[in-house]
């Protein structure tokens, strides 16, 4: 089963990694952790007027971009030794490139985070899931960390604080 | 972990979500919730139709509802060997249905199939499936319909005409 692990460099990307490493896999999955870089040099003219700055910038956030993978590349490596874990970075629009790699590597699920960057309490889902959703040729699985499990999870755990300081 | 699997009173998605749960593991002790949905669709019809063939329809739509529900859950013991599975029924819209449940069983998942619709149809019929995702507070797994290999088959046939189109 090859599954694909959408992450972006919000902290909403550690808690889609942490419900992935909670869940039962099959022994033949193999899991792609993708990242995409978003052009923002070119959209705000800076790669024009001040093309040295611009290019510090991209390869700043390309160095990011293959920590984060690494990162999370050796998380999952660890919690599941037998399973096959590949990154793969993309430039683009990442509600396209996201549908793209799903395509091209005919994964079978792909895991996303229901937010992403933009955050905004009104803003049930982001505009990235909402369209990996809409448009994605495999199934889509939209995390949230407002799961129940989640929230009697941190309830339990703040519970066992409070005892342990009334100790 | 609770699950829970919405069905949508049709066999074709029943087997999507089938399918696609034969092809993945779950923790052991994970409770399922299996609800069918029967879409509020006759009061369109009911102009035409008369209070007695209303209610043999609504009778009709019912008995399917339960020998659907009855099959799946079968079959899905039989996959999961698995004794936690409870089967519901309820009547309504599909969307806050679904939402109202997930309010009741506070699921840590909910698993719904998607028929894949584009465009016009899209925009007519509405989407349930975008509808949960949108409003639901836990995680939510939409399961695509339809044969797999077709679909990344005309993605790909897509990405190559407008990479084409971009070329020219």
């Not at chain 1, 683009?92 to 005919?106: F, P, Q, S, T, Y």
């Amino acid at each position: 089963m090859k599954v694909i692990i959408a992450l972006d460099d919000s902290p909403y990307a550690k808690h889609v990694l942490d419900l992935v490493c909670r869940r039962h896999w099959p022994l033949d999955v193999e899991f792609k952790i993708l990242h995409v870089i978003e052009p923002l040099c070119a959209d705000a003219g800076l790669a024009l007027d001040y093309p040295d700055i611009a290019r510090g910038i991209e390869e700043q956030r390309a160095r990011f971009a293959e920590k984060l993978c690494a990162d999370a590349r050796h998380r999952l490596e660890k919690h599941f030794p037998e399973a096959r874990v590949h990154f793969e970075l993309r430039e683009g629009r990442a509600k396209n490139e996201i549908v793209l790699a799903a395509a091209d590597w005919e994964a079978n699920r792909i895991i996303i985070g229901a937010h992403g960057k933009n955050v905004c309490p009104h803003n049930l889902m982001g505009s990235v899931s909402r369209s990996v959703a809409e448009r994605s040729p495999c199934s889509v699985e939209i995390i949230r960390s407002g799961s129940h499990a989640q929230t009697e999870k941190n309830t339990a755990s703040k519970k066992e604080a409070e005892l342990k300081a009334g100790r | 972990m609770k699950v829970l699997l919405a069905l949508d009173n049709s066999q074709e998605l029943a087997d999507c979500i089938y399918d696609f749960l034969a092809s993945h593991s779950f923790k052991p002790g994970t409770e399922f919730v299996l609800v069918n949905i029967i879409e509020n669709c006759l009061p369109a019809a009911v102009g035409a139709l008369t209070p007695v063939m209303v209610l043999e329809l609504n009778q009709d739509l019912c008995r399917e509802s339960e020998r659907l529900l009855r099959g799946f859950a079968l079959k899905l013991r039989d996959l999961l060997h698995s004794p936690n599975i409870r089967e519901l029924s309820r009547a309504g819209s599909a969307g806050p249905c679904i939402l109202a449940l997930a309010d009741e069983e506070k699921p840590d998942l909910i698993v719904l199939g998607s028929h894949m619709r584009k465009g016009l149809s899209r925009a007519f019929l509405g989407s349930v499936s975008a509808y949960v995702c949108a409003a639901a507070k836990c995680s939510v797994l939409v399961v695509a319909g339809g044969k797999k290999d077709e679909k990344h088959r005309s993605l790909g046939q897509s990405t190559n005409m407008k990479m084409e189109e971009a070329k020219i």
